[in-house]
């Protein structure tokens, strides 16, 4: 399965009666209800609304990031609650660019379901009805296994890595903050030593993903003969990376894998050595 699905190939799956789950991802990192109430004003009809903070992370203990991962069996659960079981289709789209939606897509993937796609263009590209009554989501008839995260890598491998080098991180931030300016989301600026940088919105041609032979140029000139299985991605919060690792999926560059903690755990530990 393709990792994006047009707007025109999702109103015909929809037309088509195929058991889709619209998942409307929209939020804004500095006023956290602002996707909420814009999925109420509307919304692609049918489509339950997803939450950053609620569904699509863990609790945080100050010391593990901004957007934690929720646990393998807090996330079975939310499946389960929103009706995402291995038969189902997932669409995921947002208003950012498909940052949320990205976030939504790795964390499907990352725990076995194969069924995910993200709407490229999010609703901006939706020609179709906007509909304004929330859905309730239908829970799982069974519950959802709880599954790890394959292709997450922990704190202690990004130390690890920084003696070993068999990897090269990358950092999705803006260039302005991964060189420690403009600093306005975590307490220290700075960037993990040796990670380079590429800016997530590079991946996009206007609101679109730009081609996939595009973005395997893109990489290549970045990484060279690096194999994706030797890509970390990272970014503020665990967030921005994963459309990078979206990216990459498009351009055929499979098995890269994330530092979900990213620059917000990382900069929570004085011990950990910062680059500008």
Not at 187 to 195: K, N, S, W
Request: net charge negative; hydrophobic share 35%; aromatic share 8%.
């Amino acid at each position: 399965m393709t990792p994006l699905i047009t707007a025109n190939q999702l109103e015909e799956i929809i037309n088509s009666g195929e058991n889709v789950l619209l998942c409307d991802c929209r939020f804004d990192l500095v006023d956290p209800q602002a996707g909420k109430k814009a999925y109420e004003e509307g919304h692609i009809p049918g489509a339950v609304y997803v939450d950053l903070d609620q569904d699509l992370s863990g609790p945080k203990t100050g010391k593990n990031g901004r957007h934690p991962l929720p646990t393998p069996e807090a996330w079975a659960q939310t499946k389960s609650r929103l009706g995402m079981d291995s038969k189902t289709l997932v669409v995921a789209y947002d208003g950012q660019g498909s940052v949320y939606a990205s976030r939504l897509w790795w964390m499907l993937k990352a725990t076995g379901h194969a069924k995910v796609q993200v709407l490229d263009g999010g609703l901006d590209s939706w020609n179709g009805p906007i509909g304004t009554m929330p859905r309730q989501a239908k829970p799982t008839d069974t519950p959802v296994p709880a599954m790890p995260y394959v292709g997450l890598v922990p704190v202690g491998g990004i130390v690890e890595n920084l003696q070993t080098k068999k990897s090269v991180v990358i950092d999705a931030r803006a260039n302005d903050r991964f060189h420690g300016q403009n600093e306005t989301l975590d307490p220290i600026g700075g960037h993990i030593p040796d990670a380079i940088n590429y800016f997530f919105r590079d991946n996009l041609s206007g609101k679109l993903f730009k081609t996939p032979e595009q973005l395997y140029k893109d990489f290549h000139e970045l990484l060279g003969s690096t194999k994706a299985s030797e890509v970390i991605h990272q970014c503020g919060s665990g967030v921005t990376a994963c459309h990078n690792l979206l990216a990459m999926e498009i351009a055929g560059l499979k098995g890269s894998r994330l530092y979900a903690g990213s620059w917000s755990e990382w900069c929570a530990d004085p011990s950990r050595p910062v680059a500008l």
